[in-house]
């Protein structure tokens, strides 16, 4: 009774949520934008808004069994829609001059138009049904149902989740109806091509562009900061009691506690391509598709690897990270790793598909190639690893190799939050497992530090000796003829980021002795010496031909 209670309540206070507040002139300008049509416009739209709600919820609790539709689709396909009624309000003679109207799906915007200019349900029920999606992410209340109430009983979750749609919906149509009589007893919007529905139409499209750049998160962020009226905290306030029931009694904090303590995870920002995301469902076109962190939010603990393939730090965490893929997928963990590069070449999908292959990646990997997401982290490292809780909230991170009982303990814990409220009756292994080809480092033994040969991040007191002729470039120096690099290091191995448009044969010398001849051709991170004891030494390479790009030396 004190979830249904709480579930009517958080519907109400949605709509003065700071998520919700940009969008309210959309839903409210929509119903009296023609004071003309009777009330029944105003029902239509809160209605279809309240059965979106219902809808999406249903269909993002099985987006796990055969939907698998991408967070951004939400935001494009509101904003797209609510541009278009925006520019027929600003324009109303636009609709009909459109060549490509009667060109692209003829059909649907003919309905469309029939649905605006003849104010049939149809233009109402849109702008209703596509918000749906976007408000169903402001309510903590929204997330307890969809997380805890459905999958554990799922004809009461259904009921909490009427209930909370019935609160939206009533808010909303107070809110309209006096908003329509206040605008017919002044009269301002009585005219169909006016004044009044020119400027709804550019708030229309103000919203629109608001949605889909993502500044309505930001717009959210800012009204937070400037101390305007809360409702979230309210309402986890209300919660406290019936979360803290379910929670406290396995130690696991409540969504206040949350709040105050960790950060919210920035989502996947303008992926540059996607590397083992495609869909097992038998109608899916084998194509990599996209992948979200928003998306597993409430059902799924996530676990996000800031990494590049030519970095060997990155490159000695893989097999770590592939044993907690395999050991806890099936326990809700998700494993995503988010290259974001360090030199040009590994902004090639290829090259990043090739190295996935070489180590065996089996989880999904994103390409952040314009470092987006990574300033969204505010991160500095590679290897940087970011545990998400079901809830979004960064409970733990790892810089650099190391750590993994920790980060293993961290992953056991949230999942075993997630289990509980899921109502998973399957026990999350409590025992740490060690992964294969695993190289052990001592990090304190290694005395040398990395080494680049470009001229932009090369220093002078790297004591690298280059023989013969070399053109230096930004990330790397390249020979022309037949050349030297030698280097005295303290450590065990040595690797080389190097690369050949045509190959060329390199001579690994070790104190003066020859230990073999590789062929650098990919570009790469390639493996120079293995030690079998941490010291100091001199380094050799010997190149036997022109076009060896040289970008730098790392140790183990």
Not at 246 to 272: C, G, H, T, V, W
Not at 311 to 323: D, F, G, Q, V
Not at 463 to 484: C, D, P
Request: hydrophobic share 40%; net charge neutral; with cysteine.
């Amino acid at each position: 009774m004190t979830l249904l209670i709480i579930s009517f309540l958080a519907g109400v206070l949605t709509i003065l949520a700071p998520c919700i507040l940009p969008l309210l002139p959309v839903i409210v300008g929509r119903s009296i934008s023609d004071t003309t049509v009777s009330k029944r416009r105003v029902f239509i739209i809160t209605l279809s808004l309240g059965a979106s709600v219902i809808i999406f919820t249903l269909l993002l609790k099985a987006t796990t069994l055969f939907i698998d539709i991408p967070q951004d689709f939400w935001k494009w396909f509101s904003g797209t829609v609510i541009f278009i009624f925006g520019l027929v309000s600003l324009f109303p003679e636009l609709w009909e001059k459109l060549s490509f109207v009667g060109v692209i799906n003829r059909k649907s915007n003919q309905l469309l138009t029939v649905g605006y200019k003849k104010d049939s349900i149809w233009g109402d029920v849109i702008v209703g049904a596509s918000l749906g999606p976007i408000f169903s992410a402001c309510s903590p209340t929204y997330f307890v149902i969809l997380a805890t109430v459905l999958p554990a009983t799922p004809v009461l979750g259904v009921f909490y989740l009427f209930v909370y749609a019935l609160g939206l919906s009533l808010a909303l149509l107070v809110v309209s109806l006096v908003g329509q009589k206040i605008m017919m007893k002044i009269g301002i919007a009585a005219d169909p091509n006016g004044w009044f529905k020119r400027i709804l139409g550019i708030i229309f499209i103000a919203v629109a562009l608001l949605i889909i750049t993502g500044y309505d998160k930001k717009l959210q962020v800012s009204i937070l900061d400037a101390g305007f009226f809360d409702v979230t905290k309210i309402e986890l306030k209300l919660l406290q009691p019936e979360t803290s029931t379910q929670e406290d009694s396995q130690n696991f904090l409540s969504l206040r506690e949350k709040s105050a303590k960790y950060s919210l995870a920035p989502d996947i920002s303008s992926p540059d391509g996607f590397i083992n995301t495609r869909s097992t469902s038998p109608t899916s076109s084998g194509q990599a598709e996209p992948i979200t962190i928003s998306e597993f939010k409430g059902q799924k603990v996530v676990l996000l690897d800031i990494w590049t393939y030519s970095c060997i730090n990155c490159i000695r965490t893989l097999p770590h990270l592939n044993e907690l893929y395999r050991k806890y997928e099936d326990q809700g963990l998700v494993v995503i790793g988010l290259h974001t590069p360090e030199f040009a070449f590994e902004k090639v999908q290829a090259n990043v598909e090739n190295a996935v292959r070489q180590y065996e990646i089996k989880y999904p990997v994103v390409l952040d190639n314009d470092f987006s997401t990574w300033n969204a982290y505010g991160n500095r490292y590679w290897p940087h690893q970011y545990l998400i809780d079901m809830d979004g909230y960064i409970v733990y991170d790892h810089i650099g190799e190391g750590g993994y009982e920790e980060t293993e303990d961290a992953i056991q814990k949230a999942l075993s939050e997630r289990n509980s409220r899921v109502g998973s009756s399957e026990a999350v292994p409590m025992t740490t497992s060690d992964p294969k080809n695993v190289v052990a480092v001592e990090s304190g033994k290694v005395g040398s530090p990395e080494i680049y040969f470009g001229s932009s991040r090369s220093k002078s007191t790297d004591k690298v000796t280059l023989g013969g002729t070399w053109n230096i470039s930004s990330e790397y120096v390249e020979n022309v003829g037949q050349a030297t690099i030698a280097y005295s290091y303290d450590a065990k191995n040595v690797y080389f980021v190097a690369g050949s448009k045509n190959g060329v044969e390199v001579e690994i010398y070790k104190d003066g002795i020859l230990l073999k001849t590789i062929t650098v051709k990919a570009e790469q991170i390639y493996t120079l010496i293995e030690g079998d004891a941490y010291g100091a030494h001199r380094l050799q390479l010997k190149v036997k031909g022109s076009g060896l790009q040289a970008f730098t030396f790392t140790f183990g």
